[in-house]
């Protein structure tokens, strides 16, 4: 019987425990990023942030506070920007939010597949060593914030990135099958 790579807790399998490791993980965006030939592979990202507001509620003689409303944090997400057979994955992912056209003047995109704020769905899959999904976290209704395409040096051999910042609906773990 093979068992997962890493620290197992478990006697033969049983209750098997694997230590998530940093370095073994993939942001996937449809058409943008590690989901085919034409997507350009991730660098670097983070799991969700999550904060709550407080609701205060006054008593006679104190105040509790429970958890309300969810606030999700922006990501970072870092993209190899390599070269593609085809238009630039990221740029192709703006022109669904505002396509400039040829007249260069930004205009909102109306396509059918884009709904503000966004219908983008993005998963993040953690592996174990033997390349067996451990956890995915999706992100609802993913949009870019921002994006840097990032600064040119000639006197640098440095691999040119694409910096995100994402922005989301939420966010969960999805239940493995």
């Not at 993939?26 to 407080?54: C, D, H, Y």
């Not at 040829?102 to 899959?125: A, G, H, R, Y």
């Amino acid at each position: 019987m093979g068992r997962n790579m890493g620290l197992d807790f478990g006697l033969n399998g049983a209750n098997s425990k694997v230590c998530k490791r940093k370095f073994r993980w993939l942001f996937k965006i449809q058409n943008v990023s590690a989901t085919g030939m034409n997507t350009l592979p991730p660098s670097r990202s983070a799991r969700p942030t999550l904060t709550f507001q407080e609701m205060n509620v006054k008593h006679l003689n104190e105040d509790v506070f429970y958890p309300s409303k969810p606030d999700w944090k922006p990501i970072q997400l870092t993209l190899y920007d390599l070269k593609t057979d085809q238009e630039h994955p990221v740029f192709k992912w703006i022109k669904k939010i505002y396509d400039p056209g040829d007249n260069s003047t930004w205009s909102p995109s109306i396509e059918k597949e884009f709904v503000l704020p966004n219908s983008q769905l993005c998963e993040l899959e953690l592996y174990d060593g033997c390349g067996n999904v451990v956890e995915t976290w999706v992100y609802q209704n993913a949009w870019p914030q921002s994006i840097n395409f990032g600064d040119l040096d000639m006197g640098s051999g440095d691999i040119l990135t694409c910096d995100i910042t994402l922005r989301y609906v939420r966010a969960y773990i999805k239940q493995p099958r």
